[in-house]
């Protein structure tokens, strides 16, 4: 699918987000373990999220809907020896693979081109540590076997700061013996240990570390996932680039191991309020208010990059209208998400006129430069697809997105909700 794009005057009105996908990942799989049922509301209705709840329904899991429209998910009897295709979602295949490794099952777990490039060694690794007998294909990458049960806790300090990483040992932690450690260099975000906390596990977290153990079954219960952050940024961004914008985003997850972007474009002076500050399921939200103001450049290292991992490419559009020089250093994660990030982001912003350069572990943007409509790619990445969006808004003349159904993984209604608040 191509998307067109021409120039917006300006972004009004109020928005509700779709539900956070790394949080609706955990609500089904930690749902699948628990005892009695988990409801959850506000699922999105992703491409992401509906490959976690196939592949929970393959394991023998009974996903049903509601008479509210709300999901029930409850465990049933386990399928021994599913394949399980994860599609597009890395989060799907790495935290599965902690399920299965954790109980008596054997299963194959593949994914779709892009997904098959992704490292999967820095799962296997520890899950094998952990006794699960783990096979992936040459260079640590899927299809991957996993066979579990068995399993011993262990104290595991992963290199790269990953919460899918985390988020895996910890659910593999739930049917170990004794007690599982995981010790991040970086804080990641946090949504496994608020789930299973509000689930009645005790999770013991302490000076960079976080511990489970397999006491302690999770109880099913009512979970409202808040509005997705990470698709909220791409408004916030459009909407503080477009002079006279002024819009309202209800319900938003506002997480702090998250919301690095916020942070990093409040630092580049864009006015950005909170209201509405509540909570659900053991998550942060509240409604987002946006108004346009200049921006001005900033540096972003990796001690924050975790908070904003998703967020840099949004945030590269960001900085190409911003005053001075942006520069993004120990990102080097980037260059294994959906698509090489790092490549994808300078390829479509020079397509545009950026002023923007490579390196091996980030970009340095010199900014503010006016961009001008081309044809830019998605390549095969949601993210890629939204950032090009905005960045359509602000170019002159027209914008055309390849292969821009992408956006589909996380969010489905997003050119239309795009356009929606470019038109009020
Ligand atoms: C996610 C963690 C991050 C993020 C991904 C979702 C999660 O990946 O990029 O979109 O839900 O745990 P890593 O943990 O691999 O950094």
Redesign the pocket.
């Known amino acids: 699918m191509e998307i067109r794009l021409n120039k917006a005057r300006k972004l009004t009105g109020t928005l509700r987000m779709p539900g956070d996908?790394?949080i609706a990942?955990?609500a089904l799989i930690l749902g699948a373990m628990a005892q009695g049922e988990q409801v959850i509301g506000g699922l999105p209705d992703s491409g992401d999220v509906r490959s976690t709840a196939e592949c929970l329904r393959a394991l023998g899991c009974r996903i049903t809907v509601g008479q509210d429209g709300r999901l029930v998910v409850r465990a049933g009897r386990w399928t021994a020896d599913p394949d399980l295709y994860a599609g597009n979602s890395?989060?799907t295949a790495?935290?599965l693979a902690g399920l299965v490794a954790g109980r008596r099952l054997d299963c194959r777990i593949d994914g779709d081109e892009s997904l098959r490039e992704r490292p999967m060694a820095?799962i296997a690794e520890p899950l094998t540590r952990m006794g699960a007998n783990v096979r992936t294909r040459p260079g640590g990458r899927l299809p991957m076997q996993v066979r579990g049960g068995n399993l011993k806790g262990i104290v595991y300090r992963p290199e790269?700061?990953?919460?899918?990483?985390?988020?895996a040992i910890l659910i593999a932690g739930l049917h170990a013996e004794g007690k599982t450690t995981v010790v991040e260099p970086v804080p990641?975000?946090d949504?496994?240990e608020n789930l299973l906390t509000a689930m009645g596990v005790p999770v013991e977290r302490k000076n960079g570390s976080v511990s489970v153990s397999n006491r302690c079954r999770p109880g099913g219960i009512g979970v409202e996932i808040p509005g997705d952050v990470?698709s909220a940024v791409f408004f916030v961004v459009a909407a503080s680039l477009l002079r006279g914008s002024e819009i309202c985003l209800r319900g938003t997850g506002i997480n702090p191991t998250r919301t690095g972007a916020i942070q990093v474009l409040r630092e580049m002076g864009a006015r950005i309020e909170l209201a509405n500050v509540g909570s659900c399921a053991g998550e942060p939200v509240a409604d987002i208010i946006v108004r346009s103001e200049p921006l001005k450049a900033v540096d972003i290292d990796g001690s924050i990059v975790?908070a904003l991992?998703?967020e840099l490419p949004i945030l590269a559009v960001a900085a190409t209208q911003a005053e001075g020089v942006t520069t993004v250093r120990g990102a080097g994660?980037l260059r294994?998400?959906?698509s090489d990030r790092i490549r994808s982001t300078v390829r479509n912003l020079s397509r545009l006129g950026a002023d923007i350069e490579e390196m091996e572990d980030g970009f340095v943007i010199r900014g503010p430069s006016n961009l001008k409509g081309a044809e830019v790619q998605s390549f095969g990445d949601h993210r890629a697809a939204m950032s090009m969006a905005v960045a359509g808004l602000v170019a002159d003349g027209e914008t055309r997105i390849q292969d821009a159904g992408a956006a589909g993984i996380s969010y489905p209604g997003f050119f239309d909700d795009l356009r929606e608040l470019a038109r009020s």
């Not at 790269?160 to 988020?167: I, L, R, Y």
């Open positions: 996908k790394s990942h955990r890395g989060t790495r935290l820095r790269v700061a990953s919460a899918q990483v985390k988020s990641t975000r949504h496994t990470s975790p991992i998703d994660e294994h998400k959906e």
